[in-house]
């Protein structure tokens, strides 16, 4: 009788454990479609990525940059430009998504010199800009990088759906990793995100994509 008691017990347990997940799950989706912007209306394609219709218009912002000046979205005017969210110390999505847009540089060709890429980084500490342009001259000369703060990037965050935080559980002092947000965004001259990627995309997908925005113009 007893092992039939304990058995229910743990049935029931697991069953409370599975329907939490479930719930965190269903919640957690939930508020990452939420925190996309209304005025979007993406649709995903195997071969253009997320597309918003109509564009996304973006808050113009200004951070320290790895040229030694300042750089502003609104600099980038008349220029396409790719954005992407990350840190210097990060172990993977970073320097495999960079090395992946020197690849989207190579393949795009001609129209190379009409995208900027841009790494904001979510680590405006340990990420100076002295710190941005020696990490990103290991991938391209090009690549310019912006140190951000924590008061613009919560201002600007929910236009890209930005997520990232500190795991405190993985070091401390100078010594820690930082979860956020992998996706890349491509912004038009007139400062509207067009498109974004998820992590993983094939080069050769995002270099279609972004030529296809250029001659739509």
Do not use: N
């Not at 269903?26 to 219709?53: I, K, N, S």
């Not at 992407?84 to 998504?97: E, V």
Request: glycine residues 6%.
């Amino acid at each position: 009788m007893a092992s039939q008691t304990d058995k229910s017990k743990k049935t029931t347990l697991f069953l409370l454990a599975a329907l939490l997940v479930s719930v965190v799950v269903v919640a957690f989706v939930l508020y990452q479609a939420a925190r996309r912007p209304a005025e979007a209306a993406p649709e995903d394609t195997e071969y253009t990525g997320t597309v918003y219709d109509p564009p996304v218009e973006l808050s113009v912002f200004t951070l320290p940059s790895s040229t030694g000046e300042p750089l502003s979205l609104s600099d980038l005017r008349g220029r396409w430009a790719v954005l992407f969210f990350g840190y210097t110390h990060c172990p993977d999505f970073c320097p495999l998504t960079l090395a992946e847009y020197k690849q989207v540089r190579r393949l795009l060709g001609d129209d190379a010199d009409a995208v900027q890429i841009v790494f904001i980084s979510v680590d405006g500490v340990r990420d100076t800009p002295e710190a941005l342009a020696k990490y990103l001259a290991l991938f391209d000369p090009t690549f310019i990088g912006l140190s951000g703060d924590d008061e613009t990037l919560a201002r600007i965050g929910p236009e890209y759906s930005l997520f990232y935080e500190r795991r405190t559980d993985t070091g401390s002092g100078a010594d820690y990793l930082i979860d956020h947000t992998t996706r890349s965004y491509l912004v038009d001259p007139e400062g509207r995100l067009r498109v974004s990627f998820a992590f993983g995309t094939e080069p050769e997908i995002v270099a279609e994509s972004i030529r296809r925005q250029i001659k739509a113009g």
